[in-house]
Structures are given as structure tokens and as C-alpha cells.
């Protein structure tokens, strides 16, 4: 009786046992095979691994939200007229998604073509009031962008110091582009972290270079990025090319501020003939209200008020592009 008691102990001591080795494998078999964030992790590394010895240049992807509604995002990302505007927008630096802008657009078009259609205009007058009311985010876009490339150059030469001082004293060629990035404000200080973390990413400094440049549309820029590459290439001394490259664009924004003052004369005429049909007119206006109602009322008068607004905006693109000189 007694060895019958210590047999059924045994035997429920091993049930106990195997059910217990059988749960711990069957949790390392799972943990081992099937758990998806295992799997996820020795799938990188097994991709990384067979790559790693003939990986040229990694493609940092990027998902970009167009809209906040699912179906307008897919239709949007399908339009290729889209990739510019998106394009416009990075170089702006603007974080809205593209289909605010679209929404916003279409909202002042509307608005504009219905109060214009309130006021019982002609429909080719409906049609280009409604136009260019809603290209006005776009003006904007493009307004943004100058303003930053603008800054950017104006930034760059100090950028440029910072940088040949910091390989002087040692350090290296990215890690002077991330002083840059810390020390100085937007748009230089966040266009040249973009830099860093891309290459940090794994992307080849030549590739993260062409993004700066699709960027930022600055001339200086480009000399800079040619010059970085032919000096990885063939070699030579970086800091004297960093040296000779802000102190040319020194001497050339210098030259621009010489040339903007011997020509203020000719812009500041151009600026008179640009205001002078819109103060003319507001003057024969409150002098003669009867004498400018012909342009109104007569479909030759409102022809006439079409044609001369046509060449009126002609006039000043060629009087800004005489007095617009580039250095």
C-alpha cells in the first residue's frame, strides 16, 4: 500500500514535470519561431547580413501624408501633377499636407467666382478673378520659398566659418555640419541636420548632398556640394576650399549691394510707372466719377479695361526684368 502511495506521487510528480518542460518549450519554440517581433528583428538582420557586402548606397523611404482622408490621400499620391506641388512645399518648408492646400484653393476660387458673378461681370472676368484668387496658396508657396532660400544664403557664408573652424581644431567634416545644425537657426541649421541624419541613416553623403539641392535652389550651394564631391574624389585641403568658398560669396553679395544701389534709380522709376494708371485712375475717379462709368457700363470700355490690365501686367514683367540685374 505504501509502495503504491510513493508510485502514484512519482507518476504525478513526472506528469507535473513534463507538462511544466513541455509549456517552457513550447514558449521557447514560440518565442524562437513564431513571435512576430523576433521574426521581425532576425529578418533585418538577415537582410542586413547578405546586403551588408554589396550595399552601395541606402534609399532612406519616406511616407508623406497628401491628406488626412484615406481615399483622397490614395487619389492624390496616383496624380503626378502632385509630386511638384509637394516638391514646392518641401522647399517652403510648409508641413500642411498637400490636400489643405488643394481644399484651400478651390474654397477662394469659388468664392471668389461667385461674389464676382454677384456683381454681374463678364464670364471671362468670372473665370480669371476665380483663377487667380485660387493660385493665392500657391503665390504664397513660391513666396515662402524665396524668402527662404533667401535667408539660407545669407546664412551660408557664416555656416562655411564655423565649419572650417571646427576642422581646424580637429574635428570632422560631418561633425562640423552638426555644429551648424545646433549653433544656427532655420533654414540652414535644420537643412543641414536633414544632412546629418540621412547620412547617420546610412544614405551616401553625395546622395544626401543632391536632396540639400533639390531643396534649397542656391547657386552657392551647388559650388559647395561640387566642391565637397571633387574633393572626396580626387583629395585636397577642405578647409582652404571652405575658406575660398565664403569668401567668395562675400565678395559677390558685396557686389550685389553696389549694384543695387547704382540701379535705385532705375528701380525706383519703375516702381513710379508701375503705381501711376492706379493712382491716375483713382484721382479721375473722385474728380469725375462720369468720365471712368463709360469703362463699366460699354462692353468697349470693359474690352478696353481688359486689354489695358493686360498690358499693364506685361509692362511691369519686362520693367522688373530690366532692373533686375544678377551678380
Excluded at 483622397?72 to 498637400?98: C, F, G, H, I, Y
Aim: aromatic share 8%; with cysteine.
Amino acid at each position: 500500500m505504501l509502495f503504491h502511495d510513493h508510485m502514484t506521487f512519482l507518476m504525478a510528480m513526472g506528469i507535473f514535470l513534463s507538462i511544466a518542460l513541455f509549456v517552457h518549450g513550447a514558449s521557447a519554440v514560440y518565442d524562437l519561431l513564431l513571435n512576430p517581433e523576433v521574426r521581425r528583428v532576425k529578418r533585418r538582420l538577415r537582410t542586413v547580413s547578405t546586403r551588408q557586402s554589396d550595399l552601395k548606397s541606402v534609399k532612406l523611404m519616406r511616407t508623406q501624408i497628401l491628406s488626412e482622408l484615406p481615399w483622397l490621400n490614395k487619389l492624390l499620391a496616383r496624380m503626378l501633377w502632385v509630386s511638384p506641388l509637394r516638391r514646392l512645399m518641401e522647399q517652403a518648408d510648409v508641413r500642411t499636407p498637400v490636400g489643405v492646400y488643394l481644399a484651400l484653393a478651390a474654397l477662394l476660387g469659388t468664392t471668389a467666382f461667385s461674389i464676382a458673378t454677384i456683381g454681374r461681370t463678364h464670364i471671362l472676368a468670372r473665370l480669371g478673378i476665380g483663377l487667380i484668387v485660387a493660385c493665392t496658396p500657391f503665390f504664397y508657396l513660391y513666396w515662402r520659398r524665396n524668402q527662404r532660400i533667401a535667408q539660407f544664403e545669407r546664412q551660408f557664408p557664416q555656416a562655411l566659418d564655423l565649419m572650417a573652424r571646427a576642422m581646424r581644431a580637429g574635428h570632422g567634416f560631418l561633425v562640423g555640419m552638426k555644429m551648424v545644425s545646433e549653433e544656427f537657426p532655420d533654414p540652414i541649421g535644420r537643412e543641414f541636420d536633414k544632412v546629418v541624419e540621412e547620412v547617420n541613416f546610412g544614405m551616401d553623403l553625395p546622395e544626401a548632398f543632391k536632396n540639400l539641392s533639390d531643396r534649397i535652389h542656391s547657386q552657392d550651394l551647388k559650388f559647395f556640394v561640387t566642391s565637397i564631391i571633387v574633393q572626396r574624389e580626387t583629395g585636397g585641403n577642405l578647409v582652404e576650399i571652405l575658406d575660398s568658398l565664403s569668401r567668395l560669396i562675400r565678395n559677390r553679395f558685396e557686389l550685389q549691394s553696389r549694384v543695387r544701389s547704382l540701379s535705385a534709380q532705375g528701380r525706383m522709376s519703375a516702381l513710379v510707372l508701375q503705381a501711376l494708371p492706379f493712382v491716375t485712375g483713382v484721382a479721375i475717379y473722385f474728380q469725375a466719377p462720369d468720365y471712368l462709368s463709360l469703362l463699366a457700363t460699354d462692353p468697349l470700355g470693359r474690352m478696353m479695361v481688359m486689354v489695358g490690365a493686360l498690358l499693364l501686367v506685361l509692362g511691369i514683367v519686362i520693367m522688373r526684368k530690366m532692373v533686375a540685374f544678377r551678380v
